[in-house]
């Protein structure tokens, strides 16, 4: 023990390191512009106030964008969820031919840069008449090659005497899969799901080009744009808006985080 106490001092302080900026993040959400701009700086705020709040609210079209994001990831993480653990359970356990080369092509495009295929993505969904909507910023990620692989890995850790099982019983391929082999694989989807929802919240860019109105926009293009302009001195403003996209996120991996935790280990030693 006494010689790991090390371990645990840099451990205290990555923490502490990590945590910091958010921990100034949301203190300085109460504060006031003027003492956000105190020099020498101050950690608690002397005068608590919910005002960056109330103006989040009532200056810009908060529930909209927040409304916009929630849909979008929602959607996306639920389109991943399905998609990714059907095509992860047709690799790794129906036997068809060209299986192992479609594998092959999913683990290649994870080594694809996503600006590579930007440009001829936004062509082909402007194109489609999808630009400024809703199917515009979910269709395109609803299936993600990391999510196929990782559900892949996953299910073929599953035995094969389960579905012979299901078989012998007289259940179809599809009853297989959805009520024997897909209860199963609740750590993976739980990962699946959070790590989706993660990227889908944040997500920047895409809206960026995509959202072409203001009725489009999601929380991170509305912060970005609240950061320009008349807005841009704004500190506590922005801060209320960075804590409002940061705290679902943190909310949902701390309720399943041992699920995503467990997840990623089980994957790692199949």
Same mark, same amino acid.
């Given at each position: 023990?006494?010689?790991?106490?090390?371990?645990?001092?840099?451990?205290?302080?990555?923490?502490?390191?990590?945590?910091?900026?958010?921990?100034?993040?949301?203190?300085?959400?109460?504060?006031?512009?003027?003492?956000?701009?105190?020099?020498?700086?101050?950690?608690?705020?002397?005068?608590?106030?919910?005002?960056?709040?109330?103006?989040?609210?009532?200056?810009?079209?908060?529930?909209?964008?927040?409304?916009?994001?929630?849909?979008?990831?929602?959607?996306?993480?639920?389109?991943?969820?399905?998609?990714?653990?059907?095509? !992860?359970? /047709?690799?790794?356990?129906?036997?068809? #031919?060209?299986?192992?080369? %479609?594998?092959?092509?999913? *683990? &290649? =495009? @994870?080594?694809?840069?996503?600006?590579?295929?930007?440009?001829?993505?936004?062509?082909?969904?402007?194109?489609?008449?999808?630009?400024?909507?809703?199917?515009?910023?979910?269709?395109?990620?609803?299936?993600?090659?990391?999510?196929?692989?990782?559900?892949?890995?996953?299910?073929?850790?599953?035995?094969?005497?389960?579905?012979?099982?299901?078989?012998?019983? !007289?259940? /179809?391929?599809?009853?297989?899969?959805? #009520?024997?082999?897909?209860? %199963?694989?609740?750590?993976? *989807? &739980? =990962? @699946?799901?959070?790590?989706?929802?993660?990227?889908?919240?944040?997500?920047?860019?895409?809206?960026?080009?995509?959202?072409?109105?203001?009725?489009?926009?999601?929380?991170?293009?509305?912060?970005?744009?609240?950061?320009?302009?008349?807005?841009?001195?704004?500190?506590?403003?922005?801060?209320?808006?960075?804590?409002?996209?940061?705290?679902?996120?943190?909310?949902?991996?701390?309720?399943?985080?041992?699920?995503?935790?467990?997840?990623?280990?089980?994957?790692?030693?199949?």
């Amino acid at each position: 023990m006494r010689r790991t106490w090390w371990i645990y001092l840099i451990a205290v302080l990555g923490l502490i390191a990590v945590a910091a900026p958010f921990a100034w993040m949301f203190l300085g959400s109460f504060k006031t512009q003027g003492e956000l701009l105190r020099v020498p700086p101050t950690w608690l705020p002397e005068a608590p106030t919910n005002q960056n709040y109330a103006d989040l609210l009532s200056k810009a079209n908060f529930p909209q964008y927040f409304l916009n994001s929630a849909i979008v990831a929602i959607a996306v993480t639920a389109g991943n969820l399905i998609f990714c653990s059907m095509v !992860g359970y /047709s690799l790794a356990k129906l036997r068809f #031919r060209g299986r192992n080369a %479609l594998f092959v092509l999913v *683990l &290649a =495009t @994870l080594m694809i840069p996503g600006v590579v295929t930007f440009v001829p993505l936004f062509v082909l969904v402007t194109n489609a008449g999808l630009a400024n909507s809703y199917p515009g910023l979910i269709l395109p990620f609803l299936v993600s090659p990391f999510g196929v692989f990782l559900m892949r890995q996953f299910f073929a850790g599953l035995p094969d005497d389960l579905m012979d099982a299901g078989r012998v019983d !007289g259940t /179809s391929e599809l009853g297989i899969f959805a #009520r024997i082999m897909l209860p %199963l694989t609740k750590p993976a *989807l &739980a =990962t @699946l799901g959070i790590l989706t929802f993660l990227g889908s919240w944040n997500n920047f860019l895409w809206p960026l080009v995509i959202a072409q109105t203001e009725e489009m926009y999601t929380l991170p293009v509305a912060l970005a744009l609240y950061s320009t302009g008349q807005n841009a001195q704004n500190y506590g403003l922005l801060m209320a808006g960075a804590v409002v996209v940061v705290v679902p996120v943190l909310v949902i991996f701390l309720v399943f985080q041992r699920h995503v935790t467990r997840g990623i280990a089980i994957t790692g030693l199949k």
